[in-house]
């Protein structure tokens, strides 16, 4: 069992930055990719950006390269999403995921992941 917990939603500007947490425990955090995913009103669930389990590897939708960027700290089982240059379009709850079955592999596919935290509010204004 993996419990995850986001942090660090909000209200931003257009343009501005927020950067979220999630928290993981229960299993090794190191052996397990993560993964970011969102959802806006009304629309599927799509997926944002993922990162290793020894975080060499990363992956990332086409609609946030150049401004989101995912790391990770081992020793505090914590995954961090930092988000620049934010539009309007990018508001949605964000959930955190964990992939416990990839075997080193960075997946993008929701149903790849197997533990979900109870996702984090951001709201950008024009």
């Known amino acids: 069992q993996v419990q995850l917990v986001e942090s660090g939603g909000g209200l931003v500007q257009a343009g501005g930055s927020l950067r979220l947490s999630c928290a993981a425990s229960?299993?090794?955090?190191?052996?397990?990719?993560m993964g970011w995913f969102r959802q806006a009103p009304g629309k599927e669930r799509e997926f944002v950006i993922a990162i290793s389990g020894n975080g060499a590897r990363t992956r990332y939708a086409d609609s946030v390269k150049g401004r989101f960027t995912i790391s990770r700290d081992n020793a505090k089982n914590t995954v961090y999403l930092q988000m620049n240059s934010l539009k309007p379009e990018d508001t949605a709850v964000y959930y955190c995921a964990a992939d416990t079955g990839g075997f080193g592999r960075v997946r993008s596919y929701h149903y790849e992941y197997d533990y979900w935290g109870q996702g984090t509010q951001v709201t950008v204004s024009s």
């Open positions: 229960g299993r090794t955090f190191s052996s397990y990719a």
